[in-house]
């Protein structure tokens, strides 16, 4: 008996480090706010969810391997706060497993391209922030939402005094596409719609990203592509010449391509933010170009902060070469404590005519002849905690 206990106690002491040497961390955001808002004919009364960030429930692990080298892993689900519904199945914010070390990490799986760390703007990629209204309602990729979410990928991070390199190859995107820029001369898109091509490069997606951190000082740049070769068909529809029913594509065929410029700096009594970035063939097709620019200040007073921010879209598509959309917020965060935030936020968006872009959804029983070209505007006092 004695033996046995102890080579338990010497079978126990070799294993421990491998133990110590693992940990899996959960963490999480949980943020509602209640909201008043107007788009058109359509009011909004209720408790929303993400006005700041997306509610989500996350596990992070790491194991060191030894020779300076870890394995890591993270899945990572949102949820719909005002309902307790998750969005979209499984893991579908981040799914991952790679290797980190002192060249940087490598990793596997559903990630975020390089454009979804593009965040110059006065609202920290929030929601409710122009930058981040504008890029996703346009179906852009440089933007923080799902758009830049990418499937079946590898990707590249690495940090080196004060340089931080990203880079993904997604051989799949899974690309999910805005269904909210029905536009004069443009395109209807169906939320939440995939590309998939014929051969394997037809639905392929890359990205490149640079950021310069020093001090009060950032500047970035992104570069990312996505193909839509063999494009999707979402239905039939009566051609009116042939009177024959035809495929209704979902999106074009060419690749979208995009790029982005950003900076900001800290004066600690404001600082300032601002970004560009430019899009051509949004969702495949062709000559369907975008710009989008912002600017805003984040002032800071006591435990909170004053954020204001401005943006603007110009779309550039067959038929109509000046179509615009505006995007105004102005907000006040305050820090409770070092993981709960409350809130109160403003933003309008201004729509062009066919133009119906907001927080607060277009009247869903209006015609397609009376879409767009209506005030969206949203008022939300909410709270934020991190855990």
Known sequence: MQKKLIALAIAGLVSAPAFAQ???TIYGVADAYVGFGKHGENDLRGVQGGALSGSRL??????????????????????????GNEMGSGYQRQALVGL????????????????????????AAAAVGPQSILSSQSGMTISPTSTARWSNSVSYTGSFSGLTARAIYSTGAGY???GTNLYKGGHKISAGAKEVGKKPSNDDAYGLGLEYANGPLKVGAVYQVVNFKGAVNIGKEIDPITQLPVDIPLTGDKK??????????????????????SADNLVGWKGDDADLWQVGLIVPVGAGNIHAAYGQTKFDVPGDSDTKVKSYTLAYTHALSKRTTAYVAYNRTDN????????????????????????????????????
């Open 22 to 24: 693992s940990n899996v």
């Open 58 to 83: 996350g596990f992070r692990g790491t194991e060191d391997l030894g020779n300076g080298l870890k394995a890591v892993f993270v899945l990572e689900q949102g949820f719909d706060i005002d309902t």
């Open 100 to 123: 980190s070390g002192a060249f940087g990490t490598v990793a596997l799986g559903r990630q975020y391209a390089p454009g979804y760390f593009f965040n110059y703007d006065a609202l």
């Open 176 to 178: 999910s596409v805005d």
């Open 256 to 277: 979208q391509k995009e790029w982005g410029v950003g900076a900001s700096y800290d004066f600690g009594v404001v600082s300032l933010h601002a970004s560009y970035q």
């Open 352 to 387: 062009d005519d066919g133009l119906a872009f907001g927080l607060t959804k277009y009247d869903p029983k209006a015609s397609s002849t009376e879409w767009g070209g209506k005030n969206s505007d949203l008022l939300g006092v909410g709270i934020r905690h991190t855990f």
